[in-house]
């Protein structure tokens, strides 16, 4: 159940910054729970930013998406247009992220106490690997927006 509600937080968040900070629609589709008895694996994706969690909650949030989704949200958030991710697009789709990650971490903090946010990574491209604790949990929200799919992880392990 725990992981349904943090779905459920985080289509809110989202839908939250879509209305606003950026001038399209967005509708959530499906969600997707790791199993208990699964290794954690982190998101394969074009591009992915991180925002860590510390404090009352380890883990953190990925906003995952094409590169042509990033770029359509990053230059709809900024007014301007981006044909590459690094430098200026990189930053916006960066801030999208930490608003979203923001949004969740108001969310829960009442329930887990003072949880601490990084500031945005991004990782963009195919050729990474990127490894976490095998232990994490993870629930992933897809969503479908005008510049396309893309999806938000939350992936965490609570402190006890």
Excluded: W
């Excluded at 995952?64 to 789709?93: K, M, N, Q, R």
């Amino acid at each position: 159940m725990m992981k349904m509600e943090f779905a459920g937080l985080i289509k809110e968040s989202v839908l939250e910054v879509f209305a606003a900070y950026l001038v399209m629609e967005v509708g959530a589709g499906p969600t997707v729970a790791k199993k208990e008895e699964d290794l954690y694996r982190p998101p394969s994706s074009e591009v992915t930013i991180i925002i860590n969690f510390s404090g009352g909650i380890h883990g953190g949030i990925h906003l995952a998406a094409p590169l042509y989704v990033a770029l359509e949200l990053a230059s709809a958030f900024s007014g301007e247009t981006y044909t590459a991710i690094c430098g200026e697009a990189g930053d916006g789709f960066g801030e999208l992220a930490n608003m979203v990650a923001g949004g969740v971490q108001t969310r829960i903090g009442n329930r887990y106490g003072n949880i601490n946010l990084t500031p945005p990574t991004m990782i963009a491209g195919t050729d990474y690997k990127m490894q976490y604790k095998s232990n994490f949990d993870s629930v992933k929200q897809y969503f479908q927006c005008d510049a396309g799919p893309f999806f938000v992880e939350f992936f965490f392990s609570i402190k006890v």
